[in-house]
Structure formats: C-alpha cells, structure tokens
C-alpha cells in the first residue's frame, strides 16, 4: 500500500503564494507520475499539474504561468508552488500519485485546503 500525505494548504489574498508538498511513502517501487488535482465546492475534479519520473510536466490552462509543478525524485516528494492566486484557485487540492508497471494504480492523499479570499 502507498500513503500520500499532503502539507502546506491554507488561507492566502489574492495575489499571494503558496506552496504545497506532498510526500509518498510505503511500498513504493516504479513511481510513473505524481500530480496535483483539485476539487472546488459544487464542481467536479480537475487535473492542476502532473509531472512524470522523466521530469515531463502538464498543466491545466488556467494555472500556466502562476503554478510551478517539481518532483524530488529520491524523497517521493511533488510540489506545487502557487503564484498569483486567484478566488477562482480556492478548492481542495489533492495530490496523486501513480506507480506501477504493467498495471498503474493511482493513490490519493487526502487532500488539503486552498482558500483565495479576494
């Protein structure tokens, strides 16, 4: 089993910064990505930022430019820094984390909280 415990949610004003870590730990083994999603009040989930053993990284159209995704490989640890934030990037922030080879199974942690107040 994989635990994923994310750290660093809170309260921040528009324009500010935050940076969220997220550390997996247990039988972890062939890691393929970790990555951030988020879950706002009434909405569905949606993928932030994802980045690959390789370093490749994907994000969402409305964080490019503002969110930086990086990974410590040899910790199992992702980060998302947050720059520029925005009301609209309160939600509940969930981190992922995929592992596996010829089966990919994805653990979530769960989840720590975003509020942007205007």
């Known amino acids: 089993q994989v635990q994923v415990v994310e750290s660093g949610g809170g309260l921040v004003q528009a324009g500010g910064s935050l940076r969220l870590s997220c550390a997996a730990s247990g039988s972890i083994f062939s890691i393929k990505a970790m990555g951030w999603h988020r879950q706002a009040p009434g909405k569905q989930r949606e993928m932030v930022a994802t980045?690959?053993?390789?370093?490749?990284?994907t994000y969402a159209d409305s964080v490019k430019g503002r969110f930086t995704i990086s990974r410590d490989n040899a910790k199992n640890t992702v980060y998302l820094q947050m720059n520029s934030l925005k009301p609209e990037d309160t939600a509940v922030y969930y981190c992922?984390?995929?592992?596996?080879?010829?089966?990919?199974?994805?653990?979530w942690g769960q989840g720590t909280p975003v509020t942007v107040s205007s």
């Open positions: 992922n984390v995929d592992q596996g080879s010829q089966y990919v199974f994805r653990y």
């Open positions: 980045i690959t053993s390789s370093g490749i990284t």
